[in-house]
Every structure is written in C-alpha cells, then in structure tokens.
C-alpha cells in the first residue's frame, strides 16, 4: 500500500551543526508534505509543510525541500541546538479513497552532542 | 489557547473494564482525531470528525467507540480491551480536515492488564 518512510533511524550531531533528515514516500497523489517532531513525553508539534507543486519551503531555521522525481523529502535544520532533539517524522496529507488523511512515516531519532 | 488537554495522562484498565479518555480543545477547530502510537512508533489514524461528525474510521475494532459531543470534546470510549491495545492514545485539532498543521495533546499512556 501507499507508504511513506525514512531512510535513518538516527542520526547524531554537533550543537551548532546542520541537520538533514531524509524520507522517502510511495504516494505521488499526496497534496501536502508535513514535518513534525516528537519531543520525549509529548505530542508531535507541527514544524513546516511544503504543497506538492513546491521544490523548497523555508521557515525559522528549517528548510524542507520535495524533490517529486525520486519521492524524497528532506528536512534541514541549520545551527541545531540541544532543544532539536526529538523524534522527526515526515507524513503526508491529501484525499484518499477513504478520507483527507494525515499519514505518518517511520521517524527519526535526532540527538544533539554537545 | 492553542492547547489540546488529554485527560487522564495515565490509565490503567482490566480486560473487562469500561473507560473514557477525553480531549478537549478550545481553539474553535472543527476537525478532530485520535490516534494511536506504540512505542517507537509513528502515530496511527483511527478516527478523523469533521464538524462533530465522524469523517474517518481507519477500521478500528469497536471495543473503541469514538463520540463527539460538541466542537470541542472528543471522547473515546474503551471496552473489552486486549493487553494489545496499550499505547499511546494521542488527540489532535486542526482548523478543518483539510488543514495540515494539527496540534497534538500529550496523549493518554493506557495499560491494558
């Protein structure tokens, strides 16, 4: 079935280095392309979302970029600081057979090193 | 206000118990959902309403029996359970079913023994 996933489970890096987290989707009919994080004993917090007709969205800190022709989705994250670190996890969101959806991929654990 | 509260934070419910986990928003949303989550695990949809109606069943047992009583409380209604079936039961809001950007409650962490 339709799927969307990503390639790290996690991913360690310096304070004050860029982050990239990387996914990968199966369903070219997804309108929207969200990223959320999970910090340890809380709900997901949105962060950003790029439409489908979009190659690159950029917010504070964050820049998520879609390239459609290999249906890959990535997260950047300049200057990470210890409070990025949390669960990452891309999903999508577009009408379905069953519904407008919000589907979330597997996840990827970001640490900070001090 | 841009919270969604979750109570209670914690349960734990026998086989043959009856409870309810409840969720309120007071942001004036009118989509609705709850989801599942196991641990290390990425939330699942279970159930999606759009203005007090349900929209969206993922095709969840009916040992859970969502309600919507009015725009800004969902409840969720457990009954015969299985160990299985304990998680991570978040609630969230959006603007409309439409909208990406959904605000999660910290979730109920439920304990089936």
């Known amino acids: 079935g339709e799927s969307v996933g990503l390639h790290l489970p996690t991913l360690s890096v310096q304070e004050g280095d860029n982050s990239i987290i990387n996914c990968a989707y199966s369903?070219?009919?997804?309108?929207?392309f969200i990223w959320y994080k999970q910090e340890s004993g809380k709900g997901p917090q949105f962060i950003i979302d790029i439409r489908s007709n979009m190659d690159k969205r950029q917010g504070q800190r964050v820049t998520v970029l879609l390239n459609k022709t290999v249906k890959h989705l990535s997260l950047q994250i300049a200057a990470t600081q210890p409070g990025d670190s949390a669960v990452y996890f891309c999903a999508e969101k577009g009408l379905t057979g069953g519904g407008n959806k919000l589907t979330f991929g597997t996840g990827t654990q970001l640490k900070v090193e001090l | 206000d841009t919270e969604v509260t979750q109570t209670p934070k914690h349960l734990v419910m026998g086989m043959t118990n009856k409870k309810s986990l409840k969720c309120e928003q007071h942001m004036g949303h009118r989509a609705m959902y709850w989801y599942k989550q196991k641990a290390k695990k990425p939330p699942e949809l279970m159930f999606v309403y759009s203005y007090e109606k349900l929209s969206i069943n993922e095709s969840v047992p009916s040992r859970f029996s969502p309600e919507c009583p009015n725009s800004s409380l969902l409840n969720l209604h457990l009954h015969a359970l299985q160990p299985e079936d304990s998680a991570l039961y978040l609630c969230a809001s959006s603007q409309d079913e439409g909208t990406t950007e959904a605000f999660f409650g910290q979730g109920t962490r439920l304990t089936v023994v």
């Open positions: 369903n070219s009919a997804s309108d929207y």
